[in-house]
């Protein structure tokens, strides 16, 4: 009786091992399944990565300090004391140190007043499932460089585009500030219209007699992205002209904006667009230097 017993329940242990198995195998299959479905769920589409930055530098202490200087010539009169101040710049108020900074300079001389200004935006998307920072950034540049009126990079166009006249095709050299072989003679005699008044009303004496006129453009190098736009104040017979350069360009999430101004004492005097231009965008680069250190 006792050896029928036993003979009794082994099979049913038997039966009870092989249906725990088999819940444990569909258990286990089910959870695999699930893990294939969410990988594979993520990889249909990547989330955007937050940008590069996520601070600012100190506005005032980020430029260079020598080419602020070449930039802001001080007067021999000035004291030690108020030359310091001077290039130590002022700060521009900020509710959020991370986001939004920049930093102002001023320098007076018997003959001209120069103004610097440098500023940082870091832009951060809210919908970083739909935008990254990055994209978000290049959003905020196309449509400051939109506001400049100059033309947004896209594909090239083809020499037949252009020779056709299209206004398209035709903007972006003029936009862009590139001086065309054709025209450079009447650019030259139009800029020289104030100082060359006096003078024959030929067109190579004028062009001659005033540094040329290189105008707004898309700058390439700087940063991600970049332009220069470049306004010129309108002459006349008391008005100053003064000229002013701002430079602004993009490394990832953060847009660096450049303005510099050079107004005249007298009026007659018109600040040359060359040296005006090259030294803004030689800070610009400097600063660009400093984000990838």
């Known amino acids: ?77 000035l004291a030690p004391a108020a030359r310091e101040a001077l290039y130590a710049g002022v700060a521009d108020p900020s509710y959020d140190a991370d986001r939004r900074v920049g930093c102002r300079w001023t320098a007076q001389t018997a003959t001209e007043t120069r103004l610097l200004s440098v500023g940082f935006e870091r832009v951060v ?46 903007a972006t050299p003029g936009a862009g500030g590139t001086p065309a072989p054709g025209p450079t003679p009447s650019t030259g005699t139009s800029t020289g219209a104030g100082p060359g008044a006096s003078g024959s009303g030929s067109p190579s004496p004028s062009a001659s007699s005033a540094p040329p006129e290189l105008g707004s453009r898309v700058l390439e190098g700087l940063g991600n992205e970049a332009f220069l736009d470049d306004k010129l104040g309108q002459a006349g017979a008391t008005a100053v002209q003064s000229r002013t350069v701002r430079i602004v360009f993009r490394t990832s999430n953060v847009i660096v904006t450049v303005e510099y101004s050079v107004q005249p004492a007298l009026p007659g005097t018109v600040p040359p667009s060359p040296e005006t231009q090259d030294r803004a965008r030689q800070l610009a680069q400097a600063l660009v230097d400093r984000f990838d250190e």
């Open 1 to 77: 009786m006792q050896r029928k017993t036993v003979r009794g329940v082994l099979p049913a242990i038997v039966t009870l091992v092989a249906l725990t198995a088999g819940l444990t195998a569909c258990t286990e299959s089910g959870g695999g399944g699930t893990t294939s479905d969410a990988k594979a769920g993520g990889s249909a589409g990547a989330v955007p990565q937050p940008g590069k930055y996520r601070s600012l530098p100190m506005p005032c202490k980020a430029a260079d300090a020598k080419k602020v200087k070449a930039m802001l010539p001080a007067s021999d009169t």
């Open 125 to 170: 998307s809210y919908d970083r499932a739909a935008t990254s920072d990055d994209d978000k950034a290049r959003q905020v540049y196309i449509r400051q460089l939109t506001n400049a009126h100059l033309p947004v990079p896209g594909p090239v166009t083809s020499p037949t585009a252009g020779a056709s006249g299209t206004p398209g095709a035709g």
